[in-house]
């Protein structure tokens, strides 16, 4: 059932994953001090405009325009979306991910082939940093959530943790756009066969510090920093959305990212009306949206996508 409060949720997903980019590439590669003010500066390695979100959401948002129209998510359509970002010369692409759409795959097989082919560390944290538009498809069945989460990552990122990481956050966006919490997290860890290893890197970043995550380019040190975030700031209410945004820059490392991630969980669970409005209205980006096409975006999906 779409009520309010589940569409607000839902248009979260994008708002908070973008909010949580833009946020976070000006801060990219560094570790601002506790006396630094954090804010949509703009900025940083590749020079973003204030409000401008990177490479974390414009793959998102390929994938959440193969979804607009629904039912379901078509796997070509992604990984066509996927080679049109790629062809607009965009300021910063990951070097796992340029290896793979360098090659301009014309087919979602032959993409995921490209992505088998590649030798050394597979595991970036650049499938999972774009995995949250694929819940607004499949709130009505978690089975194929969970399913595309990790073929859509496969496009890019043949690793297993990769994989599951996506499962695990793409199920938590899910809940928490139908029940408003984040305990989809550990509710799906506790299903796999890799809980006891999961649960313990989640236990860490409950009580650790991103000291002891601090390659947050790997997918694991990624979703470690989020839920550190996450689980760290305040959450009696909206604020702990920019809150634990602005933590996840505070961790420094691979902020854009980290933040991207943090913020699709964080905008399911608080919704795009927690999103600060000058941030709101900073919002833009590939392919020349702002941040209330992003709300229009997530509403069409869900409806699209949605039993009556």
Sequence with gaps: MLDDGRLDRAAGVLLGTAAGDALGAGYEFTRPGPEQEIDMIGGGAFDWAPGEWTDDTAMALAIAQAAADGPGLEIDAVAAGFVRWYDSDPKDIGVQTNRVLAARPASARAMHQQAMSLDGLTGGNGSLMRTAPIALCYLDDAAECVRMAGAVGLLTH??????EACKIWTYAVRHAVLTATFDGVREYVAATDSADYWNRLLDQAENGAPA????????????????WAITTADASGPE?????????????GDTDTTAAIAGGLLGARWGASAVPAHWRTMLHGYPGLTGEDLVALATRIVKANSAA
Excluded: I, M, S, Y
């Excluded at 002891?212 to 839920?227: C, D, E, I, R, S």
């Design 158 to 163: 043949h690793d297993q943790q990769a994989v």
């Design 212 to 227: 002891h995550f601090p390659n947050n380019g790997w997918v694991v040190h990624a979703l470690q920093t989020a839920w």
């Design 240 to 252: 702990h959305l920019p809150l634990a945004l602005e933590l996840c820059v505070r961790a420094g």
